[in-house]
């Protein structure tokens, strides 16, 4: 029974590492999923067993690379010591694994570049807006702490300088995929990430 789940854990990440190459090749939309069980060396039938569907399949693989990542956002506002340093490290922590560890590298080329949302991805379209929604509350909880910590009121309401900084890293990492060469990720973001606190008056 336990080689018989181990196999079965092994199948599902075979699957998801086809289905990570062939989207990264293909787009998304453009991919079917016996693309993925020949990329695979599988069949259609195991991607069933595993997965729903291709959204679903597709959630599945940004979750197995983005999980520890939203994780750390949750621990920086959870966290009841000064919020500010933990939200710096964990946006730093995922800009430099995005530029050195070439399955997030790839995952994230995916999500920003190789996706559209058509009808039938609908699914992945909803779990992005539920991410987005997480880290947008994780930044304003941690933003409004770090201010009543140094006794200050933020210069806009915390809502809208969560949107500002989820937009100053998104906007990075967007950029920096079309072209890697243009500049260093993590330098970048730490310059940019400190310049933004500071304007906030939580530098």
């Given at each position: ?51 729903k569907d291709k959204a679903d399949l597709y959630n599945a ?143």
């Amino acid at each position: 029974m336990r080689r018989t789940k181990e196999d079965a854990l092994a199948t599902r990440h075979a699957l998801l590492d086809a289905a990570e190459r062939v989207f990264q090749r293909k787009g998304v939309s453009s991919t079917s999923l016996a693309d993925i069980a020949a990329e695979a060396g599988t069949t259609r039938g195991a991607i069933y067993w595993h997965f729903k569907d291709k959204a679903d399949l597709y959630n599945a693989m940004i979750e197995r690379v983005s999980l520890p990542m939203e994780h750390a956002l949750h621990e920086a506002a959870d966290t009841t010591v000064d919020p500010l340093p933990a939200l710096r490290s964990a946006l730093l922590g995922v800009l430099t694994k995005i530029s050195t560890d070439p399955r997030t590298r790839r995952v994230v080329e995916v999500a920003t570049h190789k996706v559209e949302y058509v009808e039938s991805l609908d699914a992945v379209r909803q779990r992005h807006l539920a991410v987005r929604d997480e880290c947008l509350a994780d930044m304003k909880q941690v933003l409004s702490h770090g201010a009543r910590m140094r006794g200050r009121r933020l210069p806009l309401p915390a809502e809208a300088a969560a949107r500002g900084l989820h937009a100053l890293v998104d906007g990075l990492i967007q950029n920096w995929m079309l072209d890697p060469r243009a500049f260093e990720l993590p330098r970048a973001g730490r310059q940019a990430i400190d310049a933004y606190l500071a304007g906030l008056g939580l530098g």
